[in-house]
């Protein structure tokens, strides 16, 4: 980007104006190292006033033979349960089967990091596990893994789904299990109970209506004072970098199949040119997804305003005609 600093900060903030704790460039920073936010969500899902957390992580990735993971929010109690916290504006990400593997993920990663500590590791021989793990010597800690779906993504019509695992012949469930998983409804946040006002703040843009004072303190220091903020623009820079070097990497592997038939290196350049325009087309599908004025998108990408809207058309008759 060529903006200038003042030009670029009035787009960040405009931006950060709009931002949920449950969109993933706010969630990061929101819930980083925040222990009391991480406890209030664990309380109040699992009905737990007394649950003391002690650690929480942000996008720790466990790294898998097969599929690695990503874990949005990762934190531990005083008793060693493990709690793994997913924000899911999009159904595709909130299948049963990924609940399923961001268990065993942590299970394995948990497995390693007890295995590893009981060996006198040597300045040669660092772990590589991330996790700060915070549990007490159980061969199998608890693990639960909530996922909170914008949508009823379960379609059940009530705020939350416990999965448990159990005895179908006997239909009991099996008591000594490790693994929960829980579900929680998105759309049940309308009402004054803990769990739907919980719900409403993950949701709420403006920190004056937020109903627990511990998040409206969070975002309103990212978003109105000076040193949130400022935090806040360095996430909108890495994210940037980001998504513009993703950009380039798929158009730079469109390029070379493009350059089998024209030439590789005119392909490499071509490929670059489309790996930008997919950029700015992500761009301005996040910014209608989250509301923001397309003003303020051109201002950012650069580009008249006429061509953001042409773009922002197609993509909405995209999505309309389902391609």
């Known amino acids: 980007m060529d903006m200038d600093d003042a030009q ?12 949920r704790p449950i969109d993933d460039n706010f969630m990061t920073p929101f819930f980083k190292d925040y222990i009391e936010g991480a406890q209030l969500l664990v309380q109040t899902i699992l009905e737990r006033p007394d649950l003391s957390i002690k650690s929480v992580n942000t996008q720790e990735t466990l790294i898998n033979p097969g599929r690695s993971v990503r874990l949005d929010i990762l934190a531990s109690d005083s008793n060693g349960v493990l709690y793994n916290i997913e924000m899911q504006r999009d159904n595709k990400g909130a299948h049963f089967n990924r609940a399923c593997l961001h268990a065993s993920s942590i299970m394995t990663a948990y497995t390693k990091s007890k295995a590893k500590s009981k060996s006198k590791p040597t300045s040669k021989s660092k772990t590589k596990t ?3 793990f915070c549990t007490k010597n159980d061969i199998y800690p608890q693990i639960y893994v909530v996922f ?4 009823d993504y379960l379609k059940k019509r009530r705020p939350m789904s416990h999965i448990e695992w159990m005895i179908l012949e006997d239909k009991e469930e099996i008591p000594s299990s490790c693994q929960h998983i829980i579900y929680v ?7 004054n109970k803990p769990l739907e006002e919980l719900i409403h ?20 220091y990212l978003k109105e004072h000076k040193a949130g903020v400022k935090t806040m623009c360095k996430e909108f820079d ?11 990497a798929i158009g730079r592997e469109q390029g070379v199949e493009i350059g089998r038939e024209q030439g590789v290196a005119i392909g490499r350049e071509q490929g670059v ?4 325009d997919n950029l700015k087309r992500e761009i301005i599908v996040n910014a209608i997804a ?13 580009l008249p305003i006429d061509a953001v809207k042409q773009i922002a058309a197609q993509c909405k008759a995209e999505v309309a005609t389902g391609l």
Do not use: W
Not at 12 to 18: D, F, I, T, V, W
Not at 204 to 215: A, G, S, Y
């Open 8 to 19: 670029l900060n009035e787009t960040y903030m405009k931006e950060l104006k709009g931002l």
């Open 130 to 132: 991330q996790i700060k």
């Open 148 to 151: 909170i779906t914008e949508k």
């Open 185 to 191: 409804n998105g759309e049940y946040r309308h009402g």
């Open 201 to 220: 703040d993950l949701f709420c843009r403006n920190p004056n209506e937020m109903k627990n004072k511990i998040f409206a303190d969070r975002s309103r």
């Open 238 to 248: 890495k994210l940037m970098k980001k998504r513009e070097e993703q950009g380039v």
């Open 273 to 276: 040119e489309i790996g930008r």
């Open 290 to 302: 989250q509301n923001l004025p397309l003003e303020h998108v051109a201002n950012l990408l650069k």
